[in-house]
Structure formats: C-alpha cells, structure tokens
C-alpha cells in the first residue's frame, strides 16, 4: 500500500519493542508480549509488561498488567494529544474486554442491558503506566479510531503464555480462570 506496508508495519513492531524493553529482561516476577494490528490504514503495536499470581484453590490467577507501550503509525498527526489519550482509551477499554467482555443471553435476551450489569475495568486494575509512541510522518493522515484496542488482548495473551505457557485463545480471559488484579 501507499503507506509502506511491511515497512511501516516492521517500523511499529521495532518502535514498540525497543520502548517496551521487549529484547531486555524484565523485572523479576514479571513477562512482556507483543502484538501488532493494522486497520483504517494505521499501524498499532503494543508491548506489554505483566505478573500472573499462582492459582489458589478455585480463584482465578490475578494478572496484573503493570505498562503498556504502543506505537502507532497513522501518517501526519494533526491532533498528537488527542491521538495519545484515544490510544489510551482504547487501551484501557481493550483491557477490559479481554478479561471480562462477555454478553450472556438469557430467554433471547441480554442479561447486561447496561453498565450496571456488565463488567468494566476499576482504576486500581489499569497499568500505572501507558507510554504512547508517534512514528514521525509527513504521509497524509489515516483513521485512527480504535485501533489500538484490539492490540491489548494478543499481547496479554502472549505475556500470559510467556509466565505460564498456557496458550489463550479466546476471549474473555476470566473464562479461562485469569482476571486483572
């Protein structure tokens, strides 16, 4: 495509792992994955940086994602602000869906008809630390709209297997016994 394809995708990925630490060691006690996203004509990846508590009887394993770092690709930023508190957003919105964003339907109907019944991240549960990365560009500007949500479930997905080996393939992450903590 006309915004470099394999180019500004591969720009992304190295931007994002070499700010997210991905090639470094991380802390003891704690992983990082990696996952990348192209759509509306942008490039997203995120690195993200995680700890997973050993299971308890029954309770879910509590991961807690302590940074995330994204960069993205949209060509010229017209708004830079505005683009790093939506990648935020969209961060944090992604978050919650990964781990708890699940409709049940009950009789033909949802039983979440609202935000009072359906599941969404606390403040305690977000990363203390969202770090959002531009690729400098004089290329007309793409969407940028929501891309950087789906990003954040792959790259927890790929940090989980990394701690645990346990491969998630499917959202939410609660259905498989992991919740934020």
Do not use: K
């Amino acid at each position: 495509n006309a915004r470099g394809g394999f180019e500004s995708d591969c720009t992304v990925l190295r931007l994002a792992a070499g700010r997210g630490g991905f090639a470094q060691r991380p802390p003891e006690g704690r992983v990082r994955g990696l996952a990348a996203h192209y759509t509306f004509g942008s490039y997203c990846a995120q690195v993200v940086e995680l700890s997973v508590t050993p299971a308890a009887g029954t309770a879910p394993r509590r991961v807690t994602v302590h940074a995330v770092t994204c960069a993205l690709d949209c060509g010229l930023v017209v708004n830079r602000s505005g683009l790093e508190a939506q990648a935020q957003g969209g961060i944090i919105d992604g978050l919650g869906h990964a781990f708890f964003g699940a409709i049940t339907i009950d009789r033909g109907r949802a039983v979440e008809g609202n935000f009072d019944r359906y599941r969404l991240i606390r403040h305690r549960e977000a990363p203390r630390a969202i770090d959002v990365h531009v690729v400098p560009s004089t290329l007309r500007p793409t969407g940028f709209g929501e891309i950087a949500v789906p990003v954040i479930a792959p790259a927890i997905a790929n940090a989980i297997a990394a701690a645990t080996g346990q491969r998630l393939r499917r959202t939410p992450f609660l259905r498989d016994g992991y919740t934020l903590g």
